[in-house]
Nanobody
């Protein structure tokens, strides 16, 4: 059973930084895509970043150069380092995963592709 538990959300002023963590269990890194998504009030859930079992990353244009996704395989933990935060980054952030035959090389950031989801962590950025 795949389980994902986010932590590290909070409130910060614009320009600040936060790091989200996602404790994972129940799957093999090399066979699953994993990523971060977010949903702001009144908006659809959108992809933020993904990472493959081999460490290839993909980012939404809105966060490129500011956010970094990484994973600590021995600790089975996924991270999202968020720098230069903007008020428009305010949202509930989710980690998500799904089994993929291409998980070593390419993982999308389309929410519809992902099957397992964490409970979410609130990030609020004030101006």
């Amino acid at each position: 059973q795949v389980q994902l538990v986010e932590s590290g959300g909070g409130s910060v002023q614009a320009g600040g930084s936060l790091r989200l963590s996602c404790a994972t269990s129940g799957y093999t890194v090399s066979t699953y895509c994993i990523g971060w998504f977010r949903q702001a009030p009144g908006k659809e859930r959108e992809g933020v970043a993904s990472i493959t079992g081999s460490g290839f990353t993909r980012y939404a244009d809105s966060v490129k150069g500011r956010f970094t996704i990484s994973q600590d395989t021995p600790k089975k933990t996924l991270y999202l380092q968020m720098n230069s935060l903007k008020p428009e980054d305010t949202a509930v952030y989710y980690c998500a995963a799904y089994r993929s035959s291409s998980a070593r090389w390419s993982c999308p950031i389309t929410a519809a592709d992902y099957y397992y989801w964490g409970q979410g962590a609130q990030v609020t950025v004030s101006s």
